[in-house]
């Protein structure tokens, strides 16, 4: 029986949706710990591609089930949509599909309040996905917020909403220069998507906890990455949550003892979308290089993501932080028009070396990246090579090199956006 969490290991958009679509099959609840309709997880198969942003990304590989866990924050109008969506593409999501009681509610105003607050930070604006999820989880730890399991009672939640709306509506008219909320017109706005999804709410830690009594197999599915983490990220630039392992734990009630693998996933090369520091960043040729190869716009937003070299450094902090025991690298066959590729060791920081991730951001920013160059493997192709031993011999040494470096193995090697463009490396 196999716990395993999937966890981003850089800035988000390592391609989790496509490694959790692999591996679901294998696990019999695939969960969602934290984040909201800020994640886009893409998953390519039988010529469909779908991108989703809250339901976990088994829902199409594995006959289990797919669980919102707690610590996910749940819009119910983007849930509403991508269980149609999901649905007319054939699969039945009713009595797999479950939400936990205890997850809060993303709410119209939540979005209000994330474009207003971005605005007014001008220049210092975090770049957020405008999806509502910072409020929410502010309005999560200040103890106002709504529970899924709150939506069953409709008259608690009309009374909640209208409270909350009379409460933000001056310092949205005086604080930010905005209009007015309206609580009737955001109850009736959510109606028809909290009807919808009523029947998917549930005590999803108890259910959880029973499966962990019959020795079930777990996937839990982070959204974002290790590096916009809440505490361990590039703060203030970080989503409001903890992508990091520890969060699985709090985001779905499954107890630190029980997890048993720890797998890491990061590209070949490194991307942001946002703003914030990113010290191997290629504002410049290169990186429009790796964004046309990469196709390296975002799943959600459609904006264009910065792009740069792998960094040692911060994948390495990564590791550490989340207790890796298992990392898997995507998009390999981005790299493959490269005659150079390069790698960021270390940094220096005011003439000093470093081998570490300062955590004030404004020392990120100014660190300048240390490189080792590799020769690339230009005119041999990695895309859709499905075994190790066919990969050019560079690529295995860019690979290994990669392994040696950190001491954990890379489990999956992906070769292109589809389930089938995988190397599985080692046993289960
Ligand atoms: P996630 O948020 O971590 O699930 O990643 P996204 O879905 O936002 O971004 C990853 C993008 O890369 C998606 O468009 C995937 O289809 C694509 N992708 C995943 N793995 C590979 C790979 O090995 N090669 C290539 N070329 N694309 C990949
Ligand atoms: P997946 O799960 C990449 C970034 C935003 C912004 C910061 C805060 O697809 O990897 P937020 O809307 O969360 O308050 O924005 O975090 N961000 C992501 N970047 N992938 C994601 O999710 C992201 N979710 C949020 O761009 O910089
Ligand atoms: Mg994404």
Redesign the pocket.
């Known amino acids: 029986m196999s716990i395993r969490v999937i966890v ?1 290991a850089q ?4 391609g ?1 949706g496509k490694i959790v679509d692999v591996l679901a099959k294998e696990a019999q609840h695939v969960i969602r710990y934290q ?1 909201g309709a ?4 893409t998953l390519k198969f039988d010529d469909k591609e779908v991108v989703l942003h809250l339901i976990p990304s088994g829902i199409f590989s594995s006959s289990g089930t797919c669980i919102i866990g707690n610590g996910v924050v749940v819009d119910p109008i983007a849930l509403q949509e991508e269980i149609k969506t999901v649905e007319a593409m054939g699969v039945e999501v009713k009595d797999r599909l479950f939400i936990s009681d205890a997850a809060h509610v993303i709410l119209p105003y939540h979005k209000v309040l ?1 474009k207003v607050k971005e605005t007014q930070r001008g220049k210092y604006a ?6 509502g ?2 409020p929410a989880y502010v309005s999560k730890v200040s103890r106002v917020g709504l529970r899924m399991g709150d939506l069953l009672y409709p008259e608690f939640t009309k009374a909640k909403i209208r409270e909350v709306v009379d409460e933000m509506n001056p310092s949205l008219e005086t604080l930010y220069q905005s209009e007015r909320l309206d609580p009737e017109a955001i109850i009736a706005q959510v109606e028809d998507a909290v009807e919808a999804i009523k029947p998917y709410i549930r005590n999803t830690t108890h259910f959880l906890h029973k499966a962990l009594r019959r020795q079930e197999s777990m996937l839990l599915e982070g ?3 290790s590096m ?1 983490d809440v505490d361990h990220g590039t703060y203030p ?4 949550s903890s992508p990091t392992s520890g969060g699985a734990c709090t985001g779905s009630g499954v107890p630190p003892t029980a997890l048993t693998h720890v797998m890491g996933i990061t590209k070949a090369y490194c991307t ?5 520091p990113f010290p191997s960043e290629e504002d410049n040729e290169t990186g429009e290089a790796l964004r046309k190869a990469g196709h390296e716009f ?4 459609g904006r264009p993501r910065r792009c740069g070299w792998l960094d040692l450094v911060a994948l390495r902090y990564a590791v550490e932080l989340n207790g890796m025991n298992e990392l898997a690298l995507t998009k390999l066959d981005v790299l493959d028009g490269f005659e150079t590729i390069k790698v960021c060791t270390a940094y220096r920081l005011d003439g000093k070396e470093i081998d570490f991730v300062p955590l004030r951001a404004d020392d990120l920013s100014r660190v300048e990246p240390l490189y080792q160059e590799f020769t690339g493997w230009k005119g041999q192709t990695t895309r859709n090579v499905t075994q190790w031993d066919e990969l050019p011999e560079s690529a295995q040494t860019y690979v290994n090199w990669i392994e040696e470096q950190l001491g954990i193995w890379f489990t999956f090697v992906s070769t292109g956006p589809k389930r089938e463009e995988t190397i599985r490396r080692f046993s289960k």
Request: hydrophobic fraction near 25%; charge should be neutral; charged fraction near 15%.
């Open positions: 981003g800035w988000g958009d390592e989790k984040g800020n994640a886009g997880h994330d975090i770049g957020t996905t405008g999806r999820i910072g959204a974002q990455g916009l630039f970080v989503t409001s942001r979308v946002g703003n914030g975002g799943a959600t937003t």
